[in-house]
């Protein structure tokens, strides 16, 4: 290649990929542990403002502390951006459980294109980062927090530090992007040991009583970047109401070309907004939190929605302005710039499962009301509900209301394990699950089953406590990678057409030739009977086949 | 509308990876849809809109959190109703085939992505894979409500190790069909979804009966197809 060395224009393309690649991967990972399910809508018509073609929302407050991390520098070697994602119980203790690295390496890659190649592989790293966040343990913890602990995350710069997570903690790893000024690498260390740690250091701050929200603002850490809870309410009276970072309104219009092939025309440019700027996020519900909801389910949305004003539009195009300055869109609902003539996005209701979510209630505690501003179209029925209720209950209200959750993953453990955690051990619900316990449990111990060798018994009942690390040895079942031959160029040096052309007449198979064809037959004849006895015995079967074919 | 059917070329320079659940009837589906889905999120982007001078934009993909009812396990999935519907059909059929083969309960469902490359008449298009995902499932039934707990989570568990396991093999930037010119758009990508727009794609699934024979549902559209023609 003739010039090797990043054009101006590409190295500002390639920084300003990291910055935003970096806010998305904090943004993914943050609301992965709000604990509750994420759905953001396709749209066919770009909008502007989706970096890496992806609808991931930006809570603003994360954006913010992400920015304030980073301090305007981007990953460079040994100096990775870390998300770090803890747990802290009601009791006041804490736990890490999770540290995600953005890393940088010195490993480069001067033919990659940037604004094409850099960027698809970006917006596929993203893509594995949303599944890999689903399949961590922190995961499962993070989706039913709500009244025992809560799930905290801290975004740092600089030296990776993993001590924290535990003995025997694993890693897995993204995915990496190479570039020309070095190799992007995304991986996950995770605590696998969740009992309760000797060597951790106790924070005991004063337990959760109550509703206590702003325990959780501005919480005094001593050395370190304060933690946030990964589901808070914001705007609150502290009036920390994050303005738009007005970089965060910068968008991404990227035109891929494909004449040459691979060539790209990309431009950044500010937004032209034809209706009144509107901030590319979203709001998201508030979340309820304290022990006097303690038979409430983990309901956590987001939301930053102080006194709204007006009355949104049931057309989902406009944009509506909110006295915090903030959109009030449906949740979920990723508004960008105006769109210039695209069709409007058609509704698609959430998946099955979310049922249940509508049940989940937020309760809008003094100071911030739920108005009608919501858009009343039916589209969103989720949003509806909920703020219906906001406006008609006041939080007592929400005292007597029973849940009925449809039974299915997550189901939140009896009540029996509340007592357990009483006891003054630290992560005792964490514990291995207590025998006492799992008696009173019909669905693990039903009466009466009958002692019957089941083909899992091997597999399945060798595990010890469950919770156990997913290194399982009695493993049946393996991934086998099939590397078929000639599938590189630099075993065979020739390319496919070649290839084929060389290989197009191979020589005639072995079985065709006479005599080894004469024994075959012979074979065949006799399993002959054989074979029409099962024919025979499938004749209805073959009768249905033949009628498919009419 | 359907799609046209093109013969089978040899397939060369397509990887293939394999994996393998154990699971109960009734987590057969999710199990299914969850590996089906992961791979599918990779493999598809926004929609393609082609502008003057050979440029184009690409739409923007949603994302959802699918739980499942019989599995502790969640997983992603593109926001797409229609890709959903036909993974759902296409999994439902294989279900139900693996249901009423008998006892033996193994099978496995395949994910292929191709290119279609034209031909000039009478040959019918050719379709190159150039990746190729078996799911092999083996049925497993249960004694008691004691051992379906535990393959709940069991199940969860190994799920999420395939959601790694395809990860790796995405994050390998190994092949992928380069963009395609405005004309050459339906040859790399299923453009007929309203929403996204995943690279062509094909699911076809086989049951292995107690006799160890496999009835081949693709070879059987391909019969169908050819005689309708």
Redesign the interface.
């Known amino acids: 290649a003739m010039d090797t060395d990043l054009s101006s224009q590409d190295r500002k393309d390639l920084d300003k990929f990291i910055k935003f690649f970096a806010l998305k991967t904090v943004q993914v990972i943050v609301q992965a542990r709000l604990g509750e399910k994420i759905c953001t809508r396709s749209s066919s018509s770009p909008t502007g403002s989706d970096w890496f073609n992806l609808a991931i929302k930006d809570i603003p407050e994360v954006t913010h502390e992400a920015k304030k991390a980073l301090a305007g520098q981007l990953p460079a070697v040994g100096r990775s951006m870390c998300v770090e994602i803890s747990l802290k119980t009601s009791e006041g203790d804490s736990m890490e459980l999770e540290i995600w690295c953005l890393e940088m390496n010195e490993k480069c890659d001067k033919e990659i294109k940037v604004s094409y190649t850099v960027y698809n592989r970006l917006s596929l790293l993203l893509k594995s980062l949303l599944a890999i966040t689903r399949v961590t343990p922190a995961y499962r913890l993070s989706r039913k927090q709500g009244h025992e602990y809560v799930i905290l995350y801290r975004i740092y710069f600089g030296e990776v530090q993993l001590s924290g997570l535990g003995e025997g903690f694993q890693t897995v790893r993204v995915g990496t992007v190479g570039t020309p000024v070095g190799t992007i690498t995304l991986s996950c260390a995770y605590r696998i040991n969740l009992a309760f740690m000797s060597t951790r250091q106790f924070e005991r701050t004063p337990p959760i009583m109550g509703i206590i929200i702003d325990h959780f603002v501005d919480r005094p850490y001593p050395s370190s970047s304060p933690m946030h809870p990964c589901n808070y309410r914001a705007g609150e009276d502290n009036g920390a109401v994050y303005p738009s970072v007005e970089d965060s309104q910068e968008v991404c219009t990227t035109s891929f070309s494909t004449s040459p092939p691979s060539q790209c025309v990309f431009t950044v440019t500010k937004a032209h907004f034809q209706t009144p700027p509107p901030v590319v996020t979203d709001t998201l519900k508030v979340p309820v939190m304290g022990l006097a909801f303690s038979h409430q389910l983990s309901s956590s949305r987001l939301s930053y929605q102080p006194a709204a004003l007006g009355v949104g539009s049931a057309d989902m195009g406009y944009p509506v302005l909110f006295a915090g300055g903030f959109n009030a869109a449906h949740p979920h609902q990723l508004i960008g710039p105006g769109k210039e003539g695209g069709v409007p996005p058609i509704p698609s209701q959430p998946a099955h499962g979310t049922q249940a979510d509508q049940e989940r209630m937020c309760t809008p505690l003094d100071g911030v009301h739920y108005s009608a501003a919501t858009p009343s179209s039916s589209e969103d029925t989720e949003t509806v509900s909920n703020s219906s209720e906001g406006k008609s209950g006041s939080p007592h209200d929400f005292l007597e209301t029973i849940f009925i959750r449809k039974v299915g993953a997550f189901v939140n453990k009896p009540i029996n394990q509340v007592t357990m955690a009483n006891l003054d051990i630290p992560f005792a619900m964490f514990a291995p699950k207590n025998v006492e316990l799992e008696d009173n449990d019909t669905m693990v111990n039903p009466p009466d089953s009958p002692e019957t060798e089941s083909p899992l018994q091997g597999s399945l009942h060798s595990e010890g406590s469950s919770g156990s690390s997913t290194g399982n040895t009695h493993d049946d079942f393996v991934m086998i990678d099939f590397k078929p031959a000639f599938s590189k160029d630099d075993i065979l040096p020739m390319d496919l057409g070649t290839f084929y052309r060389e290989f197009q007449n191979p020589p005639q198979l072995s079985s065709l030739s006479i005599d080894i064809g004469a024994q075959s037959m012979a074979e065949d004849l006799d399993s002959l009977p054989e074979k029409l006895a099962v024919h025979e015995k499938n004749v209805k079967e073959f009768d249905a086949f033949v009628e498919t074919l009419q | 509308p359907r799609r046209t059917c093109c013969r089978a070329a040899p ?12 699971v109960e009837g009734r987590q057969v589906e999710e199990a299914m849809l969850a590996v089906l889905h ?1 791979v599918l ?2 493999r598809s ?3 393609f ?1 082609y ?1 003057k ?29 229609e890709l ?1 519907r036909a993974l759902r059909k296409a999994v439902g059929e294989f279900k139900d085939a693996l249901r009423n083969s008998g006892s033996d309960g193994m099978g496995q469902i395949s994910l292929e992505f191709y290119q279609k490359k034209k031909s000039r008449w009478p040959f019918s298009d050719e379709c190159i894979p150039w990746e190729l995902w078996t799911i092999k499932v083996n049925v ?8 379906r ?3 709940r ?2 199940v ?16 390998r ?1 190994e092949y992928l069909p ?5 004309s050459e758009v339906d040859n790399v990508f299923d453009t007929s979804l ?3 727009q995943p690279y062509l794609y094909k699911i076809s699934y086989q049951i292995t009966d107690s ?1 160890g024979t496999s009835v081949t549902t693709t070879m ?1 559209r391909l ?2 197809d050819t ?1 309708a023609l």
């Open positions: 397939a060369m320079n397509c990887r293939a990876e394999v994996l393998e659940v154990s992961t999120l990779h982007t926004g929609k809109h502008k001078e050979g440029t184009y934009s690409i739409g923007t993909v949603g994302t959802q959190d699918v739980d499942c009812d019989f599995i502790d396990f969640a997983y992603v999935r593109v926001s797409s109703e959903d497993v039934n249960l004694a008691n409500e004691q051992e707990q535990i393959c989570e069991k969860g568990e190994k799920l999420c190790e395939k959601i790694i396991n395809i990860v790796e093999v995405m994050n930037h380069k963009m395609p010119t405005q309203k929403d996204v006799l059987r019969i169908k005689l």
